[in-house]
């Protein structure tokens, strides 16, 4: 990578208009704050800024099942009751809201996209704020997540990519990811989060390490909540070292959620935007190419401000902390500070001792040196970039007619990364 990366930026104007519902935390007008801060401080002069294509259905069967996204696709507010056995988790945290797939199908296509530019080699980093879905499930919605567009990214990079590290600072557990790739070494996944206390998704512990070839390929690291940026980056920055020297990955996937700032809504850390960003500006500094994508972040304001910071810093532009005057300007009242002290107003101490963080790091450390290396990959022969598929009419929903099996299996070549981890984890549930 040269020294000032080709960075891609991705966004659909239309992705800030969904609506989970009323009360709900998860609120994708985010995204709508976040690029109008974009905007606002010129940042599109230095990247180039795509809308994406939206991902078929077919295109999301190459991780989910086609039940559930037939489900995803012919599901409505209006006929949900028709629906009486399956529904797939959705309810409560994952409502049914009008326009659900489209919302899924843009924010999917991005990440898709994105992947396409770094396996074609016409991007270092690629952004899409709207993508980081790490929840949803193979088989099913959870946690605000109902398709996986971080798993779909990752099978589009390992047609190109021999080995693909995934580092998650969401607060919460990347846990859909992790399941996805827990028997493949092809896949590092790497996620720090809060963890004990029944919190969200209650998996995550130190001892989930992977299974068969995929053992010590899942690595883990729960946090007490109120960590803070010092302790945070003091484990972050080793682990992510250690990780990268023992795997050498050929790509990285960085989940950014910015739940994991003090004052969010739903979390109970304590960073700093800064200290949030700081996270950003080590992995770019790996030089390696780059997906970044968003995540949780349910104190909207903020999330805005860490993502648009995180855009400058992928930029490297020094940008003014006076929010210049936008169409959401009035959500920065009183400060309109692009990094105001979120940290000092936090109820929450630092759960994390000194000795803790240490022996988290330690336990990680013996893990990463049962790896026998980085694992050689014998590439097959590459299958067409996810835009170039031949597209299905757009009223057919039926993808057994669409798609003969020979197509099929020439496609979906990554099957056996595959593996349901349902009963393992049922016990933390
Ligand atoms: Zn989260």
């Known amino acids: 990578m040269t020294h000032k990366p080709r960075v891609a930026y991705f966004y659909d104007p239309d992705v800030g208009n969904y609506y989970y519902g009323p009360g709900h935390p998860m609120k994708p007008h985010r995204l709508s704050l976040t690029h109008s801060l974009v905007l606002s401080y010129d940042l599109f002069q230095h990247m180039e800024i795509y809308r994406p294509l939206k991902a078929t259905a077919f295109d999301m069967c190459t991780f989910h099942s086609e039940d559930y996204i037939n489900f995803l696709q012919r599901v409505t507010p209006q006929n949900i009751g028709g629906f009486t056995s399956s529904r797939f988790n959705v309810g409560e945290d994952c409502p049914v809201f009008p326009g659900m797939f489209d919302f899924c199908s843009i924010y999917s296509g991005a990440s898709l996209d994105g992947a396409v530019k770094l396996n074609n ?39 190109h990519h021999a080995r693909v590290l995934y580092i998650d600072i969401d607060i919460h557990h990347g846990d859909g990811v992790q399941e996805a790739f827990y028997l493949t070494d092809r896949v590092m996944t790497v996620s720090f989060h809060r963890y004990g206390n029944y919190f969200f998704p209650g998996t995550g512990d130190l001892f989930e390490v992977g299974l068969e070839r995929g053992k010590f390929y899942s690595v883990n690291v729960p946090l007490k909540e109120g960590i803070d940026d010092e302790s945070f980056l003091s484990i972050f920055k080793p682990v992510v070292e250690k990780v990268v020297s023992f795997y050498q990955p050929s790509c990285v996937v960085l989940q950014c959620g910015a739940d994991s700032l003090a004052g969010d809504r739903l979390g109970c850390f304590n960073l700093s935007i800064r200290g949030h960003g700081d996270c950003v ?149």
Not at 124 to 153: M, P, Q, R, T
Not at 391 to 408: A, G
Request: include cysteine.
């Open 121 to 159: 080699n016409q991007a270092d980093i690629v952004i899409n704020w709207s993508g980081g879905f790490h929840h949803a499930k193979k088989f099913e919605a959870s946690g605000f997540c109902y398709v996986n567009d971080i798993v779909l990214a990752i099978l589009e990079l390992l047609k």
């Open 281 to 429: 500006k080590f992995v770019k500094k790996l030089h390696l190419p780059l997906l970044v994508l968003g995540g949780g972040g349910y104190t909207i304001r903020n999330v805005a401000r860490c993502w648009a910071y995180e855009t400058a810093l992928i930029l490297g532009k020094d940008i003014d902390h006076l929010i210049p005057t936008n169409e959401y300007y009035d959500f920065y009242a009183p400060d309109y500070s692009l990094l105001p002290d979120l940290v000092s107003n936090s109820k929450t101490d630092n759960h994390n001792t000194r000795q803790y963080l240490d022996l988290i790091q330690q336990s990680v450390t013996e893990h990463l040196r049962m790896l026998p290396g980085a694992p050689a990959v014998q590439m097959q022969e590459i299958p067409p970039d996810f835009s170039r598929l031949e597209l299905p009419p757009e009223d057919s929903t039926d993808m057994d007619i669409r798609y003969n099996s020979y197509e099929r299996d020439k496609i979906v070549s990554y099957n056996a990364e595959f593996y349901d981890l349902g009963n393992k984890f049922s016990d933390h549930s």
